[in-house]
């Protein structure tokens, strides 16, 4: 098959429109480059988890998301998350340097995230936050360490943490907007699905979207790849249009071009003439073919 009836088949493949209509509206999150970044997701996820918020959620998310957690360790039970004393419940961000903490001392409980969505957690560093809170929480003897990654990975000091996924928060985000449509104000309920709809799009592996990319380039791998290969470069636009400035006001400026990259534009001083300036110019150099010492 040839390139350009490669393309047309893609064009006129059904799934490609399914596709485009997922990513044709709007989303807060992806307009402010927001996707990827754990700052961002943990101050959400603090926000949302916080009862005291003017979100007015109350316990309506941070309660399913413990029952979750609490499904998956045996140091806390569903029902110690269902008695919190959620009007008790302070939520820390970045508290010695833990992403998030939950804490009720009127409870004795107390919650750590810790929120890796590209980092890889950095050597020691669970075992010295579990040892952290235990040492400022002696009192809070219900206590839950979550290690939060897109594909709930294990934690290196699984004995202690809790592996949790981000499937698992867009569900839990997913049951709070079916169950509670009707009281959600309006605001809060665009601001959850939207913030749902990022995670599904650009955090989960296992999803929709995901199984339709695949089915796309599976069927039209020959079209994609051509595609991806020509694909725009903002480095090397940049490159060609300084590129042709200089060159169109080299008279102006005293200059002349040099060998140049993608990365790196050179060019001279036209009055350093090899007769006026001999010792710029170098018989052994092998940075350009004008074998100029000093280059701008």
């Not at 918020?53 to 998301?65: M, S, V, Y």
């Not at 839950?144 to 897109?150: A, E, G, R, S």
Request: with cysteine; glycine share 2%; proline share 2%.
């Amino acid at each position: 098959m040839n390139d350009i009836t490669a393309i047309e088949n893609l064009i006129k493949d059904p799934n490609l429109r399914k596709l485009e209509s997922q990513f044709g509206g709007f989303n807060i999150f992806e307009s402010i480059g927001a996707v990827r970044r754990e700052l961002r997701h943990s101050d959400f996820l603090a926000f949302l988890l916080d009862p005291s918020a003017n979100h007015q959620l109350f316990d309506r998310f941070i309660k399913p998301f413990l029952f979750r957690v609490a499904e998956k360790t045996d140091a806390v039970s569903v029902i110690d998350i269902d008695l919190l004393n959620y009007d008790d419940i302070q939520i820390r961000r970045e508290w010695k340097n833990i992403d998030i903490l939950i804490v009720s001392e009127q409870s004795e409980f107390v919650c750590a995230i810790e929120n890796k969505i590209d980092a890889g957690e950095s050597k020691g560093q669970l075992k010295k936050y579990h040892k952290t809170v235990n040492q400022h929480f002696p009192k809070c003897v219900k206590q839950i360490f979550v290690f939060l990654t897109p594909e709930g990975i294990e934690a290196s000091d699984s004995d202690n943490w809790i592996s949790f996924s981000y499937s698992e928060v867009f569900d839990t985000l997913k049951q709070l907007l079916k169950e509670h449509k009707e009281t959600l104000g309006h605001d809060i309920h665009f601001a959850i699905s939207q913030y749902k709809e990022t995670i599904e799009r650009h955090i989960m592996t296992d999803t929709t979207i995901t199984k339709l990319c695949q089915a796309i380039y599976k069927e039209h791998k020959q079209a994609l790849d051509l595609i991806f290969e020509n694909r725009p470069d903002a480095l090397l636009e940049i490159k060609e249009h300084l590129e042709k400035h200089l060159k169109d006001k080299s008279v102006d400026y005293g200059i002349e071009d040099d060998h140049s990259t993608k990365t790196y534009i050179r060019f001279s001083a036209k009055d350093w003439n090899q007769s006026k300036y001999p010792f710029l110019r170098c018989k052994d150099s092998k940075w350009t073919d004008s074998r100029h010492a000093l280059l701008f």
